[in-house]
Structure formats: C-alpha cells, structure tokens
T-cell receptor
C-alpha cells in the first residue's frame, strides 16, 4: 500500500515560476524525505525533514511538514528548466532503526516540467 | 568518488532465462537495497541486506534472489519465475541519517 501519495501527478510551469508539490501519508512517521529523479536515472536525495520539524530549507527548496494533517509539501522557487524531473516523497517505517532506514515507502511521484 | 555502481544499464532477457544485475558500492555501508520501479510508479522494495551473509525479503521478493557474500556487492538475480520482469531496477544504500544513495539503475526488458 502507498504510504506517500503525491499531488499533482504532473505539473507544467514556466521558468522563473514556483513549483509546489504535495505529499500525503497514512501512518505516523519519523521523518519524510524528498527525492528527485531525472528521466532514466537513479534517484537523488533532496531533503529530509524530521517529525518534530515543521519547515526546512535547502537552497531553492523549502519543505514543510504538518503531522496533524499527515502531509508535506515541497516548494521549488524560481524554477529552472534543469529542475524538470520526477519528485518523490518517501518515509521509513515508524520503528526503523539502524540500517533498516533504507526500507522506504515511496509515493508515485509528481512529474515536473519547467518550460524555458 | 564514492558511490553505487550498477551494471549493465540496459539488459534484455528472453522468456525463461535468469539474469543477474550487478550492484557495487564503495561507500563502506553495511546495508544495501534493491528496488523495482514500473513506469509512472513509485519504487517497491524487492530485497535488502543489512550485513554480509544476511538478507531479507521486501514487499515483492517473489521471482527474485540475492546474495551478499561481500560488503561491497549485492547482486540481484531475476529468475524465470518472475512473471513480469520488465522494469527499472535500482540499487541503494542508506547513509547515516537515513537518506538513500542510489545507483543509476538497470533497465530490464523481456523480449
């Protein structure tokens, strides 16, 4: 079953605009992570937000987490054509410890297209 | 540079054949994971290994097998028992804070 579900499934914007992607999850989490995947490539970790954090920034990325609503959002500001990719949210099991951190449950992703 | 190397990038299989996908890491990580990705889908966990000579089934282990004889290597065999093997296969290893480092993937197509 899907732990994370992204919304929208696809997003098309112009360069310079902001892009917002949302993720909803079903069970309690220790942390929530966002990944990026360029077409035909592996995933790249973007940012991790812990359950006791509400907002986190990394460069042009801003992630928020609302544990009461079981939701997270990823905002990419001043988007560039190079931001075109699929974006996934993922979370480990609540009782994950040690190396079982890698047992992530992924959403289906948001396909972001940024037009130059 | 440290990282995860998967090979081959593209692989074609005839029905009834077993194929093995390679995953090598030089990150000195204990744990390694195999995920499967179907078009337009998220990733699903096939197998994982937390330490040498030990591995556990993930959510979709049927039709797959693995071995972990060395810390650096975690090969995945797609057997003939896997009825729908065409997919993109990703190997990964978790860092100290829980983030996953991924290889570039192997795309398997059944002819």
């Amino acid at each position: 079953s899907q732990q994370g579900e992204e919304d929208p499934q696809a997003l098309s914007i112009q360069e310079g605009e902001n892009a917002t992607m949302n993720c909803s999850y079903k069970t309690s989490i220790n942390n929530l992570q966002w990944y990026r995947q360029n077409s035909g490539r592996g995933l790249v970790h973007l940012i991790l937000i812990r359950s006791n954090e509400r907002e986190k920034h990394s460069g042009r990325l801003r992630v928020t987490l609302d544990t009461s609503k079981k939701s997270s959002s990823l905002l990419i500001t001043a988007s560039r054509a190079a931001d075109t990719a699929s974006y996934f949210c993922a979370s480990p099991p609540r009782n994950a410890g040690g190396t079982s951190y890698g047992k992530l449950t992924f959403g289906q992703g948001t396909i972001l297209t940024v037009h130059p | 540079d440290g990282g995860i190397t998967q090979s081959p990038k593209y692989l074609f299989r005839k029905e009834g054949q077993n194929v093995t996908l390679s995953c090598e890491q030089n990150l000195n990580h204990d744990a390694m994971y195999w995920y499967r990705q179907d078009p337009g889908q998220g990733l699903r966990l096939i197998y994982y290994s937390q330490i040498v000579n030990d591995f556990q089934k993930g959510d979709i282990a049927e039709g797959y097998s693995v071995s972990r004889e060395k810390k650096e290597s975690f090969p995945l065999t797609v057997t003939s028992a896997q009825k729908n093997p065409t997919a993109f296969y990703l190997c990964a290893s978790p860092g100290g804070t829980g983030e996953l480092f991924f290889g570039e993937g192997s795309r398997l197509t059944v002819l």
